[in-house]
């Protein structure tokens, strides 16, 4: 395959790899640890993998060598994260590191590659083809939940034909909750298969305390904000249209958020903040009209309004309708499959209370459509498949006609609408991003190495050089708590939304009158991979904030 010419420069880029793993590690077991939340319910589930320790690696002096070669096996869950081949090179280099007889194995296309049996052995050859670019193309991903005693253990069957200790699984959330039961299943059954998981995902929403950042989540911020420089460029030169700009990011309003901080647009909603003050569709489409409207008092009919993609969950009433409406696929799904869209609409109205049947039907058909669509294997709602940005400028153009019929607004409104999402989440890893997730996959290898399961790789101290990376693993136990899935409670990992207490947060709301109300954009410009550390190597800013630095 030819490549171009970054590609090909790129390839070179060596990874910077924390001083702690650098040459032989050992590691240091800290306290016991708990659960979120729900500790009784969590440790009843997870009887043998509840409450192990923190553990960190150091150097060490008198390395002891693992005897044995061993094979590995990887999946790549979910949606594609920017780094993701670095940390199967990671993974690759730190095995080999250990021992050069070790061998690595993909499963290709996601769980299913596991439970069916359709893998591939990972060579340096063939590894050498992905360092440091984006995407998931080297074995491919998928949404496939591995979640029964079946699926198990048809993937045990695979690992024990090519003699696999350890499987990594490279996801969200939703993925390394997964991890956490198949690594509590095999050592129920003394299968003699570890499993450990590394933080992905572009949405961010996959922190805490031990885990400071998803990978992804800085190259795809990075991307979308360079994209919304060069609109706000277009529209001040223009001077003629709104930008309904939706930004993906599911559930959580941190990428919005950090494209936010990145470009200062004239407005951002953040999702966590609607529900926080109980905003209705009606708040807040009357405070975005107010902005419009006092610009257009200072003669510009023009700017920008961030949308995160997972708005429409976050009001209130959409909350207790969603939740109904999930009950209701679920429960009547026979009879639903076999209808057209509008008796489909008509149905799912009959099923619901009075008073989500009503807000179901004041929707435009298309949007209520989209909220009915099948939730994802996870449960989740689609939130990509909503078109929020068009229904959002809708009933502001509606209201804005109303104004100026009462005289209330004189200004000239139109709209563009987009949705990055895509875009983002393949593109080539920013420096932060390909060392990161270099340093998770070799960790990952040392976690193998030292015989743990149930743990996910953490890589922390993030806002420091990566020499100064301190390295180890979380118990992925402790980042649990029980939701309602499915109409059932399950143990998953808690998601981490904005705090609205949160330094970041308070940074956008501290600036947000003074950026509706000026034109104050920002054009932060393309990744660049090459040149002056403040410009190749800064960290999102939202790490920088959240690690108490300014911007
Ligand atoms: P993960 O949670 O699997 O990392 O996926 C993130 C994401 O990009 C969300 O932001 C988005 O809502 C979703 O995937 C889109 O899903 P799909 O790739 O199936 O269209």
Not at 102 to 111: D, E, I, K, S, V
Not at 222 to 227: A, F, L
Request: proline share 4%.
């Amino acid at each position: 395959m030819k490549k171009s010419a970054l590609q090909r420069v790129r390839a070179e880029y060596q990874p910077k790899l924390p001083k702690e793993l650098q040459g032989d590690v050992k590691v240091k077991f800290g306290e016991a640890t708990n659960s979120v939340a729900d500790q009784e319910a969590i440790k009843q589930l997870f009887p043998h993998t509840y409450g192990m320790p923190v553990v960190q690696f150091e150097h060490n002096d008198e390395p002891e060598r693992v005897e044995e070669p061993f094979n590995v096996g990887i999946i790549l869950s979910g949606g594609q994260a920017p780094g993701g081949h670095n940390v199967v090179s990671g993974i690759f280099d730190g095995l080999k590191k250990l021992n050069k007889e070790n061998r690595l194995y993909g499963f290709l296309m996601g769980p299913s590659g596991f439970i069916n049996h359709q893998y591939m052995e990972l060579t340096a050859g063939y590894i050498a083809e992905y360092r440091n670019t984006g995407g998931f193309d080297i074995i491919g991903s998928g949404r496939t939940k591995l979640e029964n005693p079946e699926q198990f253990e048809a993937g045990l069957k695979i690992l024990k034909e090519l003699n696999i200790k350890a499987l990594v699984i490279i996801g969200g959330d939703d993925s390394n909750t997964n991890a956490a039961v198949l690594a509590e299943y095999y050592k129920n059954i003394n299968a003699g298969v570890q499993v450990i998981g590394v933080p992905k995902t572009i949405d961010g929403d996959l922190k805490n305390d031990w885990i400071e950042a998803s990978f992804g989540f800085d190259t795809a911020c990075k991307v979308y904000s360079e994209v919304i420089g060069n609109i706000q460029r277009d529209c001040n030169s223009a001077k003629k249209y709104y930008h309904f700009i939706k930004l993906m990011g599911r559930s959580a309003s941190h990428i919005a958020l950090e494209c936010a901080l990145e470009t200062q647009p004239n407005y951002c909603l953040i999702s966590e903040e609607v529900l926080a003050k109980r905003m209705t569709l009606d708040n807040i489409v009357s405070s975005i009209c107010y902005m419009i409207s006092e610009r257009a008092k200072l003669g510009w009919n023009f700017g920008t309004i961030l949308i995160p993609e997972g708005l429409i969950e976050f009001i209130p009433s959409m909350k207790v309708l969603i939740s109904e409406l999930n009950e209701v696929l679920v429960n009547y799904a026979s009879e639903l499959e076999s209808l057209s869209e509008s008796e489909k609409l008509q149905a799912i109205q009959k099923h619901l209370s009075p008073a989500n049947a009503e807000l179901y039907s004041s929707l435009p058909d298309r949007i209520a459509l989209q909220l009915s669509l099948d939730r994802d294997s996870h449960g989740n709602v689609q939130v990509s498949l909503i078109e929020t940005e068009s229904l959002l400028s809708e009933m502001i153009g509606k209201r804005l006609a109303e104004m100026a019929r009462d005289g209330e607004y004189v200004g000239k409104f139109a709209a563009q609408h987009h949705f990055f999402g895509y875009e983002g989440r393949c593109a080539d890893p920013t420096n932060f991003d390909a060392d990161y997730t270099y340093a998770l996959g070799y960790n990952a290898a040392m976690l193998i190495n030292s015989g743990l399961t149930g743990y996910m790789s953490s890589v922390r101290n993030l806002t420091d050089k990566p020499e100064n990376w301190i390295c180890g693993g979380i118990p992925i136990t402790m980042m649990m708590n029980m939701e309602r899935r499915n109409g059932e409670m399950k143990p998953v990992i808690q998601k981490a939304l904005v705090n609205l207490n949160g330094r970041p947060y308070l940074k956008y709301a501290s600036m947000r009158e003074t950026l509706a109300l000026n034109t104050l954009y920002q054009y932060p410009g393309p990744i660049q991979y090459f040149g002056p550390a403040e410009v190749c190597d800064r960290p999102s800013m939202t790490l920088l904030l959240e690690h108490g630095k300014e911007i």
